[in-house]
Structures are given as C-alpha cells and as structure tokens.
C-alpha cells in the first residue's frame, strides 16, 4: 500500500523537497486519516526539531559527531539524535517522569503496580506502571490526532499555576493558568490567585526556604502579605453571596482550604480513569509524587483513592530530568497484518505467516540495536499484535506475556514452555487469552464465540541505557530535629504549630509523624496529621 505515497515522495525530491514525511514510513497501521494526521503534524515539527539540533551542535568543536547523542521519545524511550522525528516529541517532558518514577518506585519483587502523580505548574500529569509501559497509539492532542506509540499519560488542568475563581457559588480550580509570568500572586509581578498562594496562605509552602527570585529585580522572596490581601478580598466577596443566601460564613483559612479540596479532587479524577474505569483498584498501588509541587497534596490525594503508601523521590521536584538518563534506547517496528488469528491451528498457513513477519521485525531490530554498539545479552524484544474482536473497531495492542496476566494467573510457567521450541518459538504464546483477559477487565465482557482479527504486528527492542546505582545513607543516631516551626492549616485541626525538616538533615531510616514539612532545594512534602513519613535507607 505505500507505492503511491513514493511515487509522490520521489516526485517531491526531484522539484527539491528536502523534508518530506510519508505516513506509511511514519506509522504503517491502519487507518488513513490519523495516519494523514500524524504525517502533518510530522512535516511541521520535524523542521523545527532539525534547526534546534543544527543550532546545538554548531555549539561543540568538530568532534561532536563521535558523540552519541540521542533523544527522548512520547513513548518513553531514546532514540539516536539521526533518527527524531517531530510526531514523536510531543510528550517528551511527562514521558521522562514516568521513566523516572517507574524506574524509581516499582519493586520487581512485590509487583505492586504504581500511580504516577507529576503535579507541575500549569497542569498535573498522571499514569500508571505495573512492570510495562502502558503505550496508546492513538491520542488527541490540540484537535488533531496522532497515530504514534505514546505513554498512557493523562494531563489535567490543575497545577500550582492554576487560577482560583468563585463564580455562581462554586469554588472553580482553572483550567486558567497564572503561567510563569506574572505567575500567581507572591510572584510579585501583578499576577491572579492561584494554588501556589492558597498552599502559601494556608502555612504549606515555607517563604525563608525558597530562593529569593521574585519581583521587578528577581531579588525578593515569595509576598506573603499580597496575598494574605488577596485571599481577604475574595473571602469578603464570597461571604457577602453567602449572606445573601442565608449561608453561614467562612473564614480566609476555610476558603484556601477549599479551593485546595477542589484541585485535588480534580487531580484524582484523571487517576480513577487509568485505574477503576479499567478495572484496577486505585487503592492497591503505590502513589508516586512528583514535580515541584506533587508533595505538598501527596497525602490528601493518597487519603482520597484509599492508597495507604506514597513515595516521593529524593529528586522529586526534577524527577522528569533524572528520567531521561534512565531511559533506555528503544528501537519499535511495527506493520498492518490484516488476518485473523486462529487458536484452533497455531501451525497453520495463515498464523505461520503471520510469526514469520514477526520473527523478521524482531530480526530487524535486534540488528539496529547491536549496529549502536549494544550486546545482545542487553537486548530485551517484546512482541505484539493489535487485536479486536470481528465486527468491532475497538483494537488493544497485545502482548502473550501481559504482566496483568501473568500475576493475576500465575501464567509464568506456561509463558516459558511457549518459549521453548524453534526460532519462532520466543514469539509465540496465546495472545488472544491475553486480549481477552485485556477486553474483559477493560470494558466488562467478552464476546465468546467471535472470530479475533490481526490488525497489526509489532515489535518493541530496548537496550539498557544508565544503569540505577543506588546508595545507602549512614543510618539515624538519634531523633531528628526541626529546623523550624509554621503554623499550617488542615481541615480538621485548623492551624496547627508545625515542625519543618531539611530534607539533607534526615538519615536513613528517620520516622517523622505527621503533621510536619520537609523541605528540599526542589520540593516542599506535606505529611498530614496521622501519616508516618519514613526515609528509606537509600534516601
């Protein structure tokens, strides 16, 4: 099928075209009008990134081409610097954290599945990992869809930017944003109410432990007294519409409160929709915080989904940069089948031909690895086929280890006894249980009886890139002391005299019982009246 797409690429060169983006080089599935979609979004970004890598290595001496330079991709992996395309940047920054926290946070030897709550600026970014990245093929981004392997990430528009309205007697959390400048309130720049002044309000963020960057000089640190002003102004107007409706008033404290309670409920809905509306309980995973200021609703999200542990990186606050140099370089193939898989006859034509295209995408990208360098002890390939039942338009990307599979069935043995045999026999296993464990959990049935169609085949290689060296703190001689004290809010304590601890001060193995802040140079934690904090013996 694409003939006539390089027909037309070779006439495009031959009148002098230097950027050409075909949708059957870019993503060769189905469906043409994503596909077309993809190859526009491709043709203009692509420019844009090549003149960005043209300008940043002109910065280096003539020996910059020895150097391996690679970049990340939406889908969680790096690919070489030569090989970027445009449609695959588009969640580069969120895709670096889920690396990071997964890389971080899940434990291989409980396989306790995890959320990832990246809460930022401007917006708050969720997904999930239970030992595989959760990829979607096809996203909407700004009206247009893109039909490209990406993280399953989730953004909402609730972050320490977002705006605070009161409008027709509700409190509104965004989805406006006081963005970096003005910034909110204590920016000093003339900026609106936001969350980071509700947090700074209610005693959440320490201004003597943030760098003194704000105002006209970028010399003053956060304006606690703008704010106290502001929050006195909207709690006087939303006092006088509660008069007018016979409502009891509220106090400054009970307003920034209550605008916190809408963010975050806001920020929980999206993790309720890659968890519970797929068939998960949110309340089995371990919530990872963070971003700069994923810390300080940890607890209060956590107590919202039912989670009972939260973990919060050293490194929280830039834990989306630290990802990138964990991330692994990802080489992933994939082309349209078109054929029905037939479980009754694993050795017939039809499925036979369909391993041997298999088994010919992960020959291919097992050579692309090792031509990097890469040894092939190194190498990890997984297998996949997009699969749907007759008669549906609803595919799910497949692969015969699902990791929901084997720990929900203690499939393991029966996974490697599929992996024994001849040269197709790594490939094989039965990917339509798979898919209907996927099917049922996701939408609740299973339509028994029903032919499953191939729509396509995919192959995903990863070579390992720097490893995750972990270190061990001189473990905790004594209590840990305070730093300081601030009197925070919390909704059923009120203001509560609080201590404060520097993160670089605590040892392994600290408890620190809630209430109380830690601070770090990137992050600020918030532990709740009756949350334990411990840290753990590698920090």
């Not at 990340?72 to 395309?85: E, I, L, N, T, Y």
């Not at 609703?297 to 830039?318: D, E, K, N, W, Y």
């Not at 295209?357 to 090792?370: A, E, I, N, P, T």
């Amino acid at each position: 099928f694409p003939d006539h797409e390089l027909i037309v690429e070779s006439i495009c060169r031959k009148i002098g075209f230097t950027q050409i983006s075909i949708s059957s080089a870019l993503m060769p599935m189905v469906k043409l009008v994503p596909r077309g979609q993809t190859a526009c979004v491709d043709a203009y970004l692509t420019p844009l990134i090549l003149d960005y890598v043209s300008g940043f290595s002109k910065g280096f001496d003539e020996n910059f081409e020895k150097v391996k330079v690679t970049f990340m991709m939406s889908d969680g992996g790096m690919c070489p610097v030569a090989k970027f395309r445009g449609y695959k940047a588009i969640l580069i920054g969120p895709a670096g954290g889920v690396v990071g926290y997964a890389e971080t946070t899940y434990d291989t030897s409980t396989k306790q599945p995890v959320i990832g709550f990246d809460m930022g600026g401007t917006s708050t970014d969720v997904s999930r990992f239970a030992g595989k990245y959760e990829h979607v093929f096809d996203t909407m981004v700004a009206g247009v869809t893109i039909q490209a392997p990406q993280l399953n990430i989730t953004t909402v528009a609730a972050g320490g930017g977002s705006r605070l309205f009161f409008r027709s007697g509700m409190f509104v959390v965004g989805p406006e944003s006081a963005g970096a400048h003005p910034g909110p309130v204590c920016y000093r720049k003339g900026g609106p109410l936001a969350i980071t002044d509700a947090n700074l309000f209610l005693g959440r963020v320490s201004p003597q432990f943030f760098p003194k960057i704000f105002g006209k000089d970028e010399n003053q640190p956060l304006d606690e007294d703008r704010v106290r002003s502001a929050f006195v102004e909207m709690t006087t107007s939303i006092n006088s519409f509660l008069c007018e409706n016979e409502l009891p008033k509220m106090t400054e404290d009970e307003v920034a409160y209550g605008f916190i309670k809408v963010a975050n409920e806001s920020m929980c809905r999206p993790i309720r929709a890659i968890t519970e509306a797929k068939g998960y309980a949110a309340k089995q995973h371990i919530l990872s915080c963070f971003g700069g200021a994923g810390g300080q609703h940890a607890c209060s999200i956590a107590r919202s989904l039912g989670i009972r542990r939260v973990f919060v990186h050293r490194f929280a606050g830039i834990l989306s940069a630290y990802g990138l140099g964990l991330a692994n370089l990802v080489v992933d193939q994939q082309e349209p089948c078109a054929e029905t898989y037939t479980e009754e006859d694993e050795e017939g034509e039809g499925m036979k031909k369909v391993y041997h295209r298999l088994q010919g995408l992960v020959d291919s990208v097992r050579s692309s690895l090792l031509s990097s360098g890469f040894s092939g002890e190194g190498i990890r390939v997984e297998t996949y086929m997009n699969l749907r039942y007759e008669g549906t338009d609803t595919s799910i990307m497949t692969s015969y280890d699902d990791t929901d599979v084997d720990h929900d069935n203690n499939n393991d043995d029966a996974n490697r006894a599929n992996r024994k045999g001849d040269k197709n026999d790594h490939i094989k296993g039965d990917y339509a249980r798979s898919f209907r464990h996927k099917h049922k959990r996701e939408f609740g049935f299973t339509l028994h009886g029903r032919k499953i169609q191939i729509d396509d085949i995919r192959v995903r290689a990863t070579a390992r890139g720097s490893p995750l060296l972990s270190i061990s703190l001189p473990p905790s001689s004594h209590p840990p002391s305070p730093s300081d004290h601030s009197f925070v809010y919390f909704e059923r304590e009120g203001r509560v005299k609080t201590p404060v601890y520097l993160l670089s001060n605590l040892a392994g193995g600290d408890e620190i019982k809630g209430p109380a802040l830690i601070i770090d140079q990137t992050s600020t934690i918030v532990i709740d009246p009756f949350c334990l904090a411990r840290i753990t013996p590698t920090g």
